[in-house]
């Protein structure tokens, strides 16, 4: 059996952009009319979506109480506190703990990385953690990926001493964490341009605003734009605005120069040598580094994100390619049928798209809308 779309015709207000717009690209209608569909209805939006620019990257300091988060820490810097980079075990948390640890150890020592392990530790931080975190003396924790929701452990950590500045995407309750700053688009009255980041590209938007406040050049920052292109694929979070912008930038990257550990992993699934699009970030980069949170540590993943030795990163490279077979392993030795319950959840979940499908013949016309670097 194979489907076809049909498509709703478009408004009047909607023809008569898209007609603005064909008459600038070579009066190529069907273009335009899918331009238009976007939400994108000037030439100027379409430029932006045509040829994706860092320059159009939003100022980091439009997120809610970022000045608060940079300043924390500064001064962490400046009093030589030790500080933690927390985050969660997926890919994303892994990609974002990744990053800011990276990039801060290039101006400062006091500094160290912590994957919550998923049996032992669950999800997010606990008391355990904190407790773990006193004791070696941590005055300042960087949570990425999760956090929005730990109110009674972020307290906790409080009375112990410890400050907390949360970078997260998820979307928050009513009541929020005791942090000294939360960074995260989708809290209630904020303004950001883009809601739609993720954990990683919250990450990415805190550094940014820290070289900013600090006149740093930001080349080495963006040159770490490969990480954050991985989050946003295997986190499948809307390619759209600002994410369009920062997964076209680290998908070229990520072909053309990766980091130590993204190159030792592209060798190992066989992409060594071909042009990466985001279906292999999502297919066959992103298991490899979702395994190692499953089944073993979400900090062998970033051991080997951060690898500087290219005999290093092979290794974990291949110890992550042998888990994610081991994890696949796992999961087919017991497979479940889909119950009643789930398939009806499959479609009360499944997004909504101005595109619907009959079952006449026909050809299927794709609705993806992922750029290629």
Known sequence: MTRKWNYP????????LGAELARRYSNCTPVAD???????????????????????LHDPFLMPQM????????????????IMVYGDYDVDGTTAVALVYRYLQNFYSELDFYIPT????????????????????????????????????????????????????HVPDDELPPAVAILNPKLEGSTYPC??????????????????SNGIATAELESMLDLVAVSIAAD??????ENRVLAYTGLKRLNSNPNMGLRAIIRTCGLGGKEITIS????????RINASGRMQSGREAVELLVA????????????????????????????????????????????????????KTGTRASSASWPRA
Not at 132 to 149: F, N, P, Y
């Open 308 to 359: 500087r030795d290219s005999k290093e990163a092979a290794r974990r490279a291949w110890r992550s390619t042998n888990t994610t077979k081991t994890a696949r392993n796992s999961t087919n030795a017991s497979p479940k049928k889909p119950t009643p319950s789930s398939r009806h959840a499959a479609r009360c979940t499944r997004p909504k798209n101005r595109l619907s499908s009959t079952t």
């Open 67 to 82: 000045d608060v988060a940079v300043e924390r820490l500064n001064r962490a810097m400046g009093s030589k506190e030790k």
């Open 236 to 241: 499948i979070v809307p390619m759209v605005d």
């Open 9 to 16: 015709s478009l408004s009047s207000e909607e023809q008569r």
């Open 118 to 169: 998923r049996y032992d530790d669950g999800y997010g931080i606990s008391r355990q953690s904190i407790d773990m975190l006193a004791e070696q003396g941590v005055k300042l924790v960087i949570i990425l990926d999760c956090g929005i929701k730990a109110i009674d452990e972020i307290k906790y950590a409080a009375e112990r001493g410890i400050d907390f500045i949360i970078c997260d995407h």
């Open 34 to 56: 899918l331009l238009v569909q976007r939400g994108i209805t000037t030439i100027d939006a379409a430029e932006k979506f045509f040829h994706p620019s860092l320059r159009d």
């Open 280 to 287: 292999d970030v999502v297919f066959k980069i992103g298991p």
């Open 195 to 212: 809601p739609h980041l993720s954990g990683c590209g919250v990450g990415y938007k805190f550094m940014q605003a820290f070289s900013i």
